[in-house]
């Protein structure tokens, strides 16, 4: 490969996920280059953190900058059932009450932005507007990128390829290893509001889940600095963004017009940002590796943004791909099966959240019913939220919740570690 210039590393993408891997590799002494198409800050839906990042934002140092932020802290989700009725918040400090049962409700933008500053502090090599049209490849090893920037394209060389470009996913769409969930094809259509109504108290940054009344989606209501509050509607595709005149901003005030829990919540608010639409974004590729290529974040896959655990997913896949890759590098075997042996651990992660997003899908089944017949699965339920999915023990709530409604089968990755 003759190509202009080489490192140990290149990331494609400067989101959490590509910047958590790009801040690990570089403090391991690796030489980094992150490339980003975007110039930030730049917007980007996916505001709301689940508590287990904690420890994360802690090995990353960013702890006190979140710490001194403006951000709501999130202590609770609360659900809103299709008749209007509360749940009771699930309180994340009532069963660890410390620091890291806490997290954060943040500006995108700005989240973005601290983490890919903190990727160049940290000493990776940051490439703003630039974008990588293909991954090269030399037989099945991935060797390089195409990079564009002003125009000109130009070949860079590295020993590992790590692709974190989101649901772009350069990488595994090139491959054709990317499939859909085809019973989690959503959509998803959302704004900002001011004035919005607040709970007060411990629940003030909570995540608020409303059911619409017939069940056929669900509206989400995320606290932001400034008295701004992210909320949209998830529903299927057919039901969002089809039939209404191809008006977003009507069909987001129609839906919430025949919400009654969500017309409350905005009575005194008015909009103060454009209407965005999201569509068929429940994915996953088949594998995290291959031979000196790995997939990090949403460009590996995403599952629904029902829990938020969208970012505690790319931050743990950076995080363990990050590790692996410095074994690796530092063992000289760039094979599928050492860059990919993480890819279980992250995958059976991720299969728990989605058995829990397919029992919240069934219109049959209620959390509050179960709950009440399976008061003893109250800690399971609640370490799911935080996101604590990384262990042995709470899967063991869906032996109960089999009772209750169908939960897909554990997906298995090819080849059965995350690689071929």
Not at 131 to 144: Q, T
Not at 302 to 323: H, Q, R
Not at 335 to 358: C, D, E, F, H, K
Request: hydrophobic residues 40%; aromatic residues 10%.
């Amino acid at each position: 490969m003759n190509a202009n210039e080489q490192h140990d590393c290149i990331v494609i993408g400067g989101g959490p996920a590509g910047a958590t891997a790009a801040t690990l590799l570089a403090e391991w002494g690796h030489e980094v280059l992150l490339l980003e198409k975007a110039t930030f800050p730049r917007y980007h839906i996916g505001e709301s953190l689940m508590p287990q990042t904690f420890w994360i934002f802690k090995r990353l140092g960013v702890l006190n900058t979140l710490r001194a932020s403006a951000y709501p802290r999130k202590q609770s989700v609360q659900f809103v059932n299709a008749s209007g009725k509360e749940s009771l918040p699930y309180y994340f400090t009532d069963r660890d009450p410390n620091e890291w049962s806490t997290t954060w409700q943040v500006w995108r933008d700005e989240f973005d932005r601290m983490m890919l500053d903190n990727a160049r502090a940290r000493g990776a090599v940051v490439r703003e507007g630039v974008s990588v049209s293909k991954v090269l490849f030399e037989g099945s090893r991935a060797v390089g990128v195409v990079a564009r920037r002003d125009g000109r394209d130009s070949e860079i060389a590295a020993r590992i390829v790590i692709d974190a470009t989101g649901s772009a996913a350069v990488l595994s769409n090139q491959l054709g290893i990317r499939s859909p969930d085809p019973k989690l094809k959503k959509a998803s259509v959302y704004s900002y509001y001011e004035g919005a109504y607040r709970d007060e108290g411990r629940n003030a940054g909570a995540t608020i889940i409303i059911h619409t009344p017939d069940r056929s989606g669900w509206f989400w209501f995320i606290p932001l600095p400034d008295d701004l509050t992210s909320v949209g509607i998830v529903a299927a595709p057919s039901y969002l963004c089809s039939g209404r005149g191809n008006d977003p901003a009507a069909t987001l005030d129609e839906e919430i017009a025949r919400a009654p829990a969500a017309a409350k919540r905005l009575e005194h608010a008015r909009r103060v940002r454009d209407v965005f639409v999201t569509r068929d974004f429940s994915y996953r590729a088949d594998r995290v590796a291959g031979d000196g290529w790995v997939l990090i974040g949403d460009a590996f896959g995403f599952l629904d943004p029902i829990y938020s655990s969208g970012v505690m997913f790319a931050l743990k896949s950076g995080e363990m791909a990050a590790d692996a890759i410095h074994e690796a590098l530092e063992a000289g075997d760039l094979s599928a099966a050492r860059l990919g042996r993480w890819g279980p651990t992250l995958n059976n992660g991720m299969q728990l959240i989605r058995r829990l997003v397919y029992a919240f899908y069934d219109p049959e089944f209620s959390f509050g019913r179960f709950m009440r017949a399976h008061p003893e699965q109250e800690d399971r339920l609640v370490r799911l939220l935080i996101g604590d999915v990384f262990n042995d023990e709470v899967g063991a709530i869906f032996d109960a919740m089999r009772d209750w409604t169908d939960l897909p089968e554990l997906s298995p990755l090819v080849g059965g570690n995350g690689a071929t």
